[in-house]
């Protein structure tokens, strides 16, 4: 007997044996010399480590010694395997190969360091037609349709098939999965923060015709990702990047301009998002060496192109903490995101007052999900040597305010409005003044923000000085809307006297901003006499209120009918009407909605969900509520483990 392995046009030849002992570097197929059965025998096919990932077909032919052969079709799909020791992607603990391979939920981070959101992501790894769509998307890539037995081959590498797939996600140079959308119309398609898994979007490209999916941003670029990368038995995980640098000049500077009342410009091509998501993959580095294995960064949001591509990676994590920006691929755009200088500018009528430097802000908090738990990691360390200042604080800062000479307003592309010194302070401080601005609680939906301002005088003379708060709304990877909160404020301090000045932000002033919108808020500390100014800065989210999940039953059991019950109170000061949508990868066949009308503040909804799990293991409820009266959608999601009896 002799198996022809196909793929394409690449084929192999194997003589089947009695025995499975062969090389791993070898193709081999047997078969079990104690269970053989003449009339319907098995065949063992093992590939060796280093096999290429896709589907194959193999033809197994029968000569007997005398008279016509025999033969018989069928086919399998080869993935990386990473509890083989000897495959490049071998990672050596269970308990991150269940995470990292086979758990089909997750949870994405978004907000801010200082009040961090988990938004549960379900990966749909068991989900009808979610291996067919991945497959498909290596056929359908620039580098098959070019030169499909190369391509083939190269699949060997597990960088390889990253890269290809990071370029895949976005559709900006191929026939790839999503279409990015930044703006505030969506109208053609869903908007990004609806989508709850990676199945539907998955299902639609392929269904489509590989048409891309509209909408998409960074946390649904990584989510799709992951959901391809684990298919193929890649270990993969999503990173949060806090205050994420998009260098556009490789200068390692981000400019941020304010007007003298607080006010923030768009004024500077670069740019600091709130957050960015982008995946990790592990794996060995055979094009590198050892010391570079392990986590590498991969990126399918399209920001910048590599090679001529909208892709990103695979960075190595050591080489980003070690700046070996000599080593492919893209590792200094990646620390660029994790370690630009944010240099803050006050101007006025096109003069620069005052310019500050801060830099422990860009990358103060880089995480991912727990291994086995519902819960944020810290894995800044991975990626920079962490200051004294950071490890105690993501909100810490290292900063300095330098006091300049009025200029003429030029936001530089080439270099630095500012000489290289450093302080650290959590504040803002100059010669003759000092600034502090800190909010009392982690603001939360319904309740007023409370901000507390600290203004010294550190001269031996008597100042009037003025206090500009400003507030706006913004999306967490574009500049500031137009102010809607502001206060103005006179203040005497005697020699060396320090004051503390309270504001309060009530919530029917600030509720078009909760959600996944964040808000900046400025403070400007200005002496009436010498025209000297201070800054003090601070984005943040509100937290939006949550839907409770209840199940009723305390043994779940797979092929058995449960019920859920989700509950939804009304925060907010006015009537409120949406969708509550149900999702459940293992759990729901499909999503389940409830239409909400006319809730009013402080009343309550209540609904119930039939489910029937339909594997054992740890699954994932998720509820959305999308509000029709504002651009607000609240979540919760409650565990669920699915036992046998």
Same mark, same amino acid.
């Given at each position: 007997?002799?198996?022809?392995?196909?793929?394409?046009?690449?084929y192999?030849?194997?003589?089947v044996?009695?025995?499975s002992?062969s090389p791993?570097?070898?193709?081999?197929?047997?078969f079990?010399?104690?269970?053989?059965?003449?009339?319907?025998?098995s065949?063992f096919?093992q590939?060796?480590?280093?096999?290429?990932?896709?589907?194959y077909?193999?033809?197994v032919?029968?000569?007997p010694?005398?008279?016509?052969?025999n033969?018989?079709?069928s086919s399998f799909v080869l993935?990386?395997?990473?509890?083989c020791s000897?495959?490049?992607v071998?990672?050596?603990?269970?308990?991150?190969?269940e995470?990292?391979?086979?758990?089909?939920?997750?949870?994405l981070?978004?907000?801010t360091p200082?009040?961090?959101?988990?938004?549960p992501?379900?990966?749909?790894?068991y989900?009808?037609?979610v291996l067919?769509a991945?497959?498909n998307?290596?056929q359908?890539s620039?580098q098959?349709?070019?030169?499909p037995?190369?391509?083939?081959l190269d699949?060997?590498?597990?960088g390889?098939i990253?890269?290809?797939?990071?370029?895949?996600?976005n559709?900006e140079d191929?026939?790839?999965?999503?279409?990015?959308?930044w703006s505030?119309?969506?109208?053609?398609?869903?908007?990004?923060?609806l989508?709850?898994?990676s199945g539907?979007?998955?299902?639609?490209?392929?269904?489509?015709?590989?048409s891309?999916v509209?909408?998409g941003?960074c946390?649904?670029?990584?989510?799709v990702?992951c959901?391809?990368m684990?298919?193929l038995?890649?270990?993969c995980?999503?990173?949060?990047?806090?205050?994420?640098?998009?260098?556009?000049?490789?200068?390692?500077v981000i400019?941020?301009?304010?007007s003298?009342t607080?006010?923030k410009?768009?004024?500077?091509?670069?740019s600091?998002w709130?957050?960015?998501?982008?995946?990790?993959?592990w794996?060995?580095?055979?094009?590198?060496g050892?010391y570079?294995d392990?986590w590498?960064?991969l990126?399918p949001?399209?920001?910048?192109?590599?090679?001529?591509?909208?892709?990103?990676g695979p960075?190595?994590?050591?080489a980003i903490?070690?700046?070996?920006?000599d080593i492919?691929?893209?590792?200094?755009?990646v620390?660029a995101e994790?370690?630009?200088d944010?240099?803050?500018?006050?101007?006025?009528?096109?003069?620069?007052l005052?310019?500050?430097k801060?830099?422990?802000?860009?990358?103060s908090?880089?995480?991912?999900?727990a291994?086995?738990?519902?819960?944020?990691?810290?894995i800044t360390g991975?990626?920079?040597?962490e200051s004294?200042?950071?490890?105690l604080?993501?909100?810490?800062s290292?900063?300095t305010?330098?006091?300049?000479?009025?200029?003429?307003?030029s936001?530089?592309?080439?270099?630095?409005t500012l000489p290289?010194?450093?302080t650290i302070?959590?504040?803002?401080?100059?010669?003759?003044?000092?600034?502090s601005?800190?909010l009392?609680k982690?603001?939360?939906?319904?309740e007023?923000?409370?901000?507390?301002?600290?203004?010294t005088?550190r001269?031996?003379?008597?100042?009037?000085?003025?206090?500009?708060?400003?507030a706006?709304?913004?999306e967490?990877?574009?500049?500031?809307?137009? &102010?809607?909160?502001?206060? +103005?404020? @006179?203040v005497?301090?005697?020699p060396m006297? #320090?004051k503390? /000045?309270? $504001?309060?932000?009530?919530?029917?002033?600030?509720?078009?901003?909760?959600?996944?919108?964040?808000i900046?808020?400025a403070?400007v500390?200005?002496?009436?006499?010498?025209?000297?100014?201070?800054?003090?800065t601070?984005e943040f989210?509100?937290?939006?209120?949550?839907?409770?999940?209840?199940?009723?039953?305390?043994?779940?059991?797979a092929?058995?009918e449960?019920?859920?019950?989700v509950?939804f &109170?009304?925060?907010?000061? +006015?009537? @409120?009407?949406?969708?509550?949508?149900v999702? #459940?990868?293992g /759990?729901? $066949?499909?999503?389940?909605?409830?239409?909400?009308?006319?809730?009013?503040?402080?009343?309550?909804?209540e609904?119930?969900v039939k489910?029937?799990?339909?594997?054992v293991?740890?699954?994932?409820?998720?509820?959305s509520l999308?509000?029709s009266?504002?651009?607000?959608i609240?979540?919760?999601?409650?565990?669920v483990?699915?036992?046998s009896?």
């Open positions: 007997m002799k198996p022809f392995l196909f793929s394409g046009r690449l192999v030849i194997v003589p044996t009695s025995s002992y791993l570097s070898d193709w081999k197929a047997y079990d010399s104690k269970s053989y059965n003449y009339l319907n025998p065949i096919i590939p060796p480590a280093s096999a290429p990932v896709g589907f077909e193999f033809q032919f029968v000569q010694q005398s008279g016509l052969g033969s018989a079709f993935l990386c395997n990473p509890w000897e495959d490049s071998f990672i050596p603990y269970e308990d991150q190969r995470e990292y391979v086979l758990s089909d939920y997750g949870l981070f978004m907000g200082m009040n961090t959101v988990s938004r992501w379900s990966y749909d790894l989900e009808s037609g067919e991945c497959l998307l290596l359908v620039p098959h349709q070019r030169n037995n190369v391509d083939f699949r060997s590498d597990p390889y990253g890269r290809v797939v990071s370029a895949m996600i559709s191929d026939r790839g999965v999503v279409k990015g959308n505030d119309n969506f109208d053609q398609g869903v908007h990004p923060s989508w709850t898994g539907d979007i998955l299902r639609q490209w392929a269904q489509s015709g590989c891309p509209k909408y941003q946390w649904v670029f990584a989510g990702m959901t391809v684990r298919v038995g890649i270990p995980r999503i990173v949060t990047n806090y205050n994420s640098a998009h260098d556009t000049n490789a200068n390692l400019e941020e301009v304010y003298e607080g006010q410009l768009n004024l500077s091509r670069d600091i709130n957050f960015h998501v982008w995946v990790e993959c794996m060995t580095r055979r094009d590198l050892s570079m392990g590498q960064v990126d949001t399209p920001q910048e192109r590599s090679q001529g591509v909208y892709c990103c960075a190595p994590v050591k903490r070690s700046k070996r920006t492919p691929y893209d590792v200094p755009f620390y994790v370690n630009a944010v240099h803050t500018i006050i101007v006025s009528q096109g003069q620069v005052s310019v500050n801060d830099t422990e802000r860009v990358g908090l880089i995480c991912t999900k291994v086995g738990f519902p819960r944020l990691e810290n991975n990626y920079k040597y004294s200042s950071s490890a604080s993501p909100r810490s290292s900063m305010n330098v006091s300049v000479a009025p200029a003429a307003l936001i530089s592309s080439r270099s630095s290289d010194v450093s302070s959590r504040g803002a401080s100059s010669k003759g003044m000092f600034l601005l800190s009392d982690s603001p939360v939906a319904g007023p923000i409370r901000l507390t301002v600290k203004v005088n001269e031996s003379l008597a100042k009037t000085v003025k206090v500009h708060f400003n706006q709304a913004k967490y990877n574009l500049s500031p809307s137009d &102010t809607f909160w502001e206060s +103005h404020e @006179v005497q301090l005697g006297e #320090g503390v /000045l309270r $504001q309060q932000i009530l919530p029917e002033q600030y509720e078009h901003a909760v959600g996944d919108k964040l900046n808020l403070v500390l200005e002496d009436m006499s010498s025209q000297e100014r201070v800054l003090a601070e989210n509100v937290a939006s209120p949550e839907l409770s999940i209840q199940i009723l039953d305390k043994n779940v059991v092929n058995k449960h019920t859920a019950i509950t &109170t009304n925060p907010f000061t +006015h009537p @409120v009407n949406g969708v509550l949508t999702t #459940g990868a /759990l729901l $066949q499909e999503k389940i909605q409830f239409r909400i009308r006319e809730l009013h503040p402080g009343k309550g909804v609904e119930r489910f029937t799990p339909k594997m293991g740890r699954k994932m409820l998720h509820a999308s509000l009266t504002a651009n607000i609240i979540r919760g999601f409650k565990m483990s699915v036992n009896i």
